[in-house]
């Protein structure tokens, strides 16, 4: 198996488009027809990830909503990893794990590892320091897994300590920027780019461009594309020659308003093809310009 | 029923002792005694459960290594939480989470929510920002139970950026602390201490110090006593009149040497019993100076 950075930068190339379709189930908004319960949102992400596969470069499981249910909710994440895996989808687990020592390591195993979800890549808090990354980026490279570390995220509250001015004149963002780039290369792909990836929100363009330069390998995962309220073009700041990264869209196109009126299958099929197909014609665009 | 503050300070008081016992499974430390797989790790802390209800306040299940099982691992995570407390312990659930808006609610509700694990307290990690923390808060006021804010961690990497400088002189941690000083109300019970607690790391005890002025009604979290270092002394080093917080041990208190010796389960319980009450009476002689 190749290295993630290659297999993602691969899939971002054959479809054309670094749309990662964000898996958030909110059972409200998950039409009649499909039922209710946790039997309803295993159908709604089987078909969301049919229409995907041709249409995302990878999806994106924001595991909180699924602990939300309950124990069977954390399963459900497992059965669609594999799920979107045997449809050729890459998986990010979106569970922004960080502990330190053997209990990382725990985390590592149940994200990435053999045992636990075997997810592509998994998101990573690094407030506790380095060596709280390390069991991540160990078994990463082992299994040829990515490990992706919050640096700037796309919420208002990010400037309550990420933006915070050290001695010195820098952001502490930067700083963790910078703690990550000697690792980069652990991670680098015959590509070029890494699979020690870094969130990068879609909401602080400048950032992005900023923390390019600190990462020049480094993928990028951007939150905050679409219903955060960022542009297609803020969406890829930091990307260089029309890659770099991927960027996520959940509300948007899991629930389009077109598919919550829907009546049928195929007319809520159709506006959810619909939905991530406008995605990709403005971030193609944002790109190409 | 009353705040989180309360009834942990009220159990901290009934069993003369801050212990929290560390729920950490490791598989292969389990006795043969116990069988093996999850079974054996269930019917194992059943047995601790039921040796700590009387020597320790407070247990805290270390999710990352149930979730190395798998979801099994996970859901047996919620079985042992509802365990512990029908035993008449409270549970504090060590998962480090932390996100924003509608997902950090989804954390929120998985923890400490009716319909997730239901624990009486969750550690967070608030990189992300204040925002990150309201949706525990809120929660938390509503059902009497707590949250615990990672501050000031015990590992060596704790250097790289909660001991950044700040413009301004001061180390990030104790704006991480600051940020919390306006919310600790919120979480007060009729003791005066606080339910918005804080991880202060007992091998930083001047630090702890400093942290109790910023924060003087919030109950700590102290963990690396034991097992990572530090003495009796360094871990009680934030309480203030014999009481302010729960210090947790896990491995002296789950593995001592001769548990793991033990050819019974006689031999086995009084072993733990045994390590259990070293580490109140190291405790209490802290305290008590």
Redesign the interface.
């Known amino acids: 198996m190749s290295a993630f950075a290659d297999r993602l930068i691969e899939a971002v190339r054959l479809r054309d488009t670094p749309l990662c379709v964000g898996m958030?189930p909110f059972p409200d908004r998950i039409p009649a027809l499909f039922g209710g319960g946790l039997r309803a949102i295993e159908a709604f992400f089987a078909e969301i990830l049919e229409i995907a596969r041709t249409r995302a470069a990878v999806v994106k499981p924001?595991i909180?909503?699924f602990?939300?249910?309950?124990?069977e909710g954390?399963?459900l994440t497992?059965k669609l990893t594999a799920e979107a895996q045997a449809k050729g989808l890459l998986v990010i687990l979106d569970a922004?794990?960080?502990?330190?020592?053997s209990?990382?390591?725990?985390?590592a195993?149940?994200?990435i590892?053999a045992?636990?979800f075997d997810a592509d890549a998994v998101t990573v808090?690094?407030?506790?320091?380095?060596?709280?990354l390390e069991p991540f980026l160990a078994l990463a490279r082992e299994r040829n897994k990515g490990v992706i570390v919050?640096v700037r995220?796309?919420?208002?509250?990010?400037?309550?300590?990420?933006d915070?001015?050290?001695?010195g004149?820098a952001p502490?963002w930067t700083?963790?920027a910078e703690?990550l780039a000697p690792e980069a290369k652990r991670l680098e792909g015959e590509s070029g780019w890494s699979g020690l990836m870094a969130v990068a929100g879609a909401t602080w363009p400048e950032e992005a461009a900023k923390l390019r330069a600190i990462l020049p390998t480094s993928l990028f995962l951007v939150p905050g594309y679409g219903a955060q309220g960022a542009s297609a073009r803020d969406a890829v700041a930091g990307f260089v020659n029309g890659e770099g990264g991927v960027v996520s869209s959940s509300r948007a196109v899991l629930y389009p308003p077109a598919a919550s009126e829907a009546r049928t299958l195929d007319v809520w099929r159709a506006a959810i093809a619909d939905a991530m197909d406008a995605a990709n014609a403005e971030l193609r665009a944002a790109l190409r310009p």
């Open positions: 958030d924001q909180a909503f602990e939300a249910l309950g124990p954390y399963a497992k922004k794990r960080g502990d330190i020592g209990t990382a390591a725990g985390y195993e149940a994200t590892g045992g636990g808090n690094a407030y506790l320091g380095r060596d709280s919050l995220t796309s919420n208002p509250g990010a400037r309550d300590l990420q915070l001015t050290l001695e004149g502490l700083r963790v703690m």
